[in-house]
Antibody, heavy 119, light 107 residues
Framework: QITLKESGPTLVKPTQTLTLTCTFS??????????VAWIRQPPGKALEWLAL???????RYSPSLNSRLTITKDTSKNQVVLTLSNMDPVDTATYYC???????????WGQGALVTVSS | SYELTQPPSVSVSPGQTARITCSGD??????AYWYQQRPGQAPILMIY???ERPSGIPERFSGSTSGTTVTLTISGVQAEDEADYYC??????????FGGGTKLTVL
């Protein structure tokens, strides 16, 4: 059974760097054609893809946030970490991590973590 | 930047058929996926690779594609189907893109 769970601060100040951890079980991020993504959703708005890290260490980022994002993985700990620098109130959102499989989509999602940016 | 366009809202009566469209120039060359999101919950994968249904998803949910438009069809809509629906695909370089979402209202 695949599960994912996001953890990190619920409140960050403007200009700070957000660090979120996705801890997962039920799969290995060293298995071919597997990845973990971060997706966010501002209150009342649409889903926005942020980043995806693949089993082979390749990484892809949203073009609009590329300069502020870093995604890394620790295969031994079954964790994926996302950092988003220079936080702004418009970055207030629920942040999800999701399991990705080639040609199968995001088939498992974490429960989401609400992050508020405010001074 | 590449965009997937969905209607903001669709309304149907129980038992009727709901169709939610998603348009994008790269859709003829990229697979589409559909997600259902109820209020306060994480999205659920409903359709993958244009028209395949994951195990556990009711047969009344189906997906189709025609040119630059993909469609999620819900036959015999039930009250529990009221939710937001998002299409997802990739741009020409393989970067993930989500549509703006469609709110399905069951009258």
């Amino acid at each position: 059974q695949i599960t994912l769970k996001e953890s990190g601060p619920t409140l960050v100040k403007p200009t700070q760097t957000l660090t979120l951890t996705c801890t997962f079980s039920g799969f290995s991020l060293s298995t071919s054609a597997v990845g973990v993504a971060w997706i966010r959703q501002p209150p009342g708005k649409a889903l926005e893809w942020l980043a995806l890290i693949y089993w082979d260490h390749n990484k892809r980022y949203s073009p609009s946030l590329n300069s502020r994002l870093t995604i890394t993985k620790d295969t031994s700990k079954n964790q994926v970490v996302l950092t988003l620098s220079n936080m702004d109130p418009v970055d207030t959102a629920t942040y999800y991590c999701a399991h990705w499989v080639a040609v199968a989509g995001f088939d498992y999602w974490g429960q989401g973590a609400l992050v508020t940016v405010s001074s | 930047s590449y965009e997937l366009t969905q209607p903001p809202s669709v309304s149907v009566s129980p038992g009727q058929t709901a169709r939610i469209t998603c348009s994008g120039d790269a859709l003829p060359n990229q697979y589409a996926y559909w997600y259902q999101q109820r209020p306060g919950q994480a999205p659920i994968l409903m359709i993958y690779t244009d028209s395949e249904r994951p195990s556990g998803i009711p047969e009344r949910f189906s997906g189709s594609t025609s040119g630059t438009t993909v469609t999620l069809t819900i036959s015999g809509v039930q009250a529990e189907d009221e939710a937001d629906y998002y299409c997802q695909s990739a741009d020409s370089s393989g970067l993930v893109v989500f549509g703006g979402g469609t709110k399905l209202t069951v009258l």
